[in-house]
């Protein structure tokens, strides 16, 4: 129920209304853009600005039903604990408190907001050093029920104490962290417990587990080296995982950006090809913004560039602070930012040179691999040619006045019966071939396709003196073995060339009047590349 008090009034004596959180607000929470993982992440941020050293996620397996068998969440930590006055705040929506510099709370809301993106009942047993132990609890049904905002604080009972004492003495002692010196680290006799249960969320534990262990890798990386900071999920110690430095990288720019409201740190670094972090091989591409050294967006590309194969190792860390959270828009949930214009503008200015840079250094080298490419199925193509030449037909300008049979044909041995005019024309004819294929934008279809049997040199295939070696190979609907051919070699990554290319002769053959000698000569071609194909398609 809304309470009016006459002690608060505006500029004008107007009385002022004090309203709590109201059922509905509540309910809505559940539909925040909280994942599993980035919900479990606001109780650790907690733990981790209570000094603790030691966090521990454990799942707990229901009986399956529809949300799945999750039952409960329990996160606990071995951290400083809170008296009853600071659990009274922690289950608030909104801290009164003004939190220290470089701190990851931002709001205070994290707790109440991230358990209702879970489950709609929140239960927290803490306990300070030396102090009492208390219990909280927060329960929409209840609220729902009585119509209002009701929370239960209380001193813990005997059952609650056991349950702390399992989830942060026992934990402790059942996942011991060493010293420098090889020494345990004692016992802390503080922590709090966080019960999350009437899962609201279609969750699975042993999805949910793989989720947090590759999740929470990368949004604490950071933290768990420089803080020497343990996280378990279900005992098992999540190990670091860093976008750039947990791989072998080449740093392209790394520096300080002055911003109207403070100082961004930034990092430009390309990822080795081969590289593997501990948890396997690298994937993701992009920025990755880490705000008070957690990481709160990965992975986006936030239109510096398009995801295009040429920036797949590319990766952009940037450094921030609170005092940075509405320039780049920081979130409630702390999962995204969305980065003022000028912001955009400056940050534009300091990458896109090396952004640039990554895109044609990659276009340079893949040039280059592909000419490499493009040479070795060229040798490899040579050597099969002349293992079947004794087999392959030769071009004929004018057709063949005999029906040569395979294997009747060998190199050397026929001699050429067209004139010098035939031979003119039919370097015209190749000519315009060529023009078409140039035309469809097809590169180094002509070398691949179009072999010199000895030279190997596609500049010398209008030579009239190695007119009669030449063998010319391509992929052609109109001859009588191309079903059999296609089945056989169009599944390598030139199959595109060769399509393009038939366009190109066949192009050629509409062209020609039918009855010149032109389109004969073109026929012609179209016939010994069909059988020569289907030759050294045949692996006997």
Request: hydrophobic share 35%.
């Amino acid at each position: 129920m809304s309470k009016v008090s006459k002690k608060v009034v505006d500029e004008f004596g107007r009385q002022m209304i004090k309203n709590p959180p109201t059922v509905k607000m509540m309910d809505s929470l559940q539909h925040s853009d909280y994942t599993p993982s980035f919900a479990c992440a606001e109780m650790i941020d907690n733990s981790i600005v209570a000094d603790a050293d030691r966090i521990f996620i454990t799942l707990e397996r229901g009986k399956r039903g529809p949300n799945g068998d999750l039952n409960r969440i329990i996160i606990s930590d071995n951290g400083n604990g809170m008296n009853k006055e600071i659990l009274i705040e922690a289950l608030c929506f909104g801290s009164r408190s003004e939190y220290k510099p470089k701190s990851l709370s931002k709001f205070g809301i994290g707790l109440s907001m991230a358990s209702l993106a879970l489950g709609g009942v929140l239960s927290v047993v803490t306990k300070a050093e030396g102090g009492v132990c208390y219990f909280g609890k927060q329960d929409l049904n209840t609220c729902k029920t009585l119509d209002g905002y009701y929370q239960l604080i209380a001193e813990a009972n005997k059952n609650e104490e056991k349950i702390w004492k399992k989830y942060v003495i026992d934990m402790q002692k059942d996942n011991p962290v060493y010293n420098g010196k090889g020494n345990p680290i004692p016992v802390r006799k503080s922590g709090t417990v966080v019960i999350i249960s009437d899962i609201n969320k279609e969750l699975n534990v042993d999805d949910l587990v793989l989720a947090f262990l590759r999740d929470l890798s990368s949004i604490y990386c950071e933290l768990i080296k420089d803080k020497n900071i343990h996280i378990y999920v279900q005992q098992k110690e999540i190990k670091s995982d860093h976008p750039i430095n947990d791989y072998k990288h080449k740093v392209l720019f790394e520096d300080q950006v002055k911003l109207k409201d403070g100082v961004v740190g930034v990092k430009v670094a390309l990822i080795d090809n081969n590289s593997k972090s501990k948890k396997g091989k690298t994937s993701k591409n992009g920025f990755f913004i880490f705000r008070n050294g957690r990481l709160i967006d990965g992975g986006r590309t936030h239109k510096f560039f398009m995801r295009d194969e040429c920036y797949n190792n590319l990766r952009i860390q940037l450094n921030i602070d609170e005092n940075l959270d509405k320039a780049f828009g920081t979130t409630c949930e702390k999962h995204g930012v969305s980065m003022q214009p000028s912001v955009v503008s400056k940050l534009k200015e300091v990458l896109m040179p090396y952004i640039n840079k990554v895109r044609k250094e990659y276009e340079s080298k893949s040039k280059s691999k592909n000419k490499e490419r493009m040479q070795k199925q060229l040798d490899e193509l040579a050597k099969r040619i002349n293992a079947k030449s004794p087999q392959l037909w030769f071009p004929s300008i004018l057709g063949r006045s005999n029906k040569v049979k395979p294997g009747n044909v060998t190199h050397g041995k026929r001699k050429s019966k067209h004139k010098a005019s035939d031979t003119e024309l039919y370097k015209q004819i190749m000519k315009k071939i060529e023009k078409e294929r140039n035309r469809s934008k097809v590169k180094n279809a002509t070398q691949l396709l179009f072999h010199l049997r000895n030279e190997g040199c596609p500049d010398k295939f209008m030579s009239p003196e190695t007119l009669d070696r030449n063998i010319i190979i391509n992929i052609n609907e109109a001859a009588p073995y191309y079903e059999n051919c296609l089945s056989k070699i169009s599944k390598s990554k030139e199959e595109k060339f060769m399509y393009d290319l038939i366009g190109a002769v066949g192009m050629s053959l509409v062209t020609a009047d039918p009855d010149s000698k032109e389109a004969a000569i073109v026929k012609n071609i179209l016939d010994s590349i069909g059988y020569n194909l289907s030759v050294l398609a045949n692996d006997d």
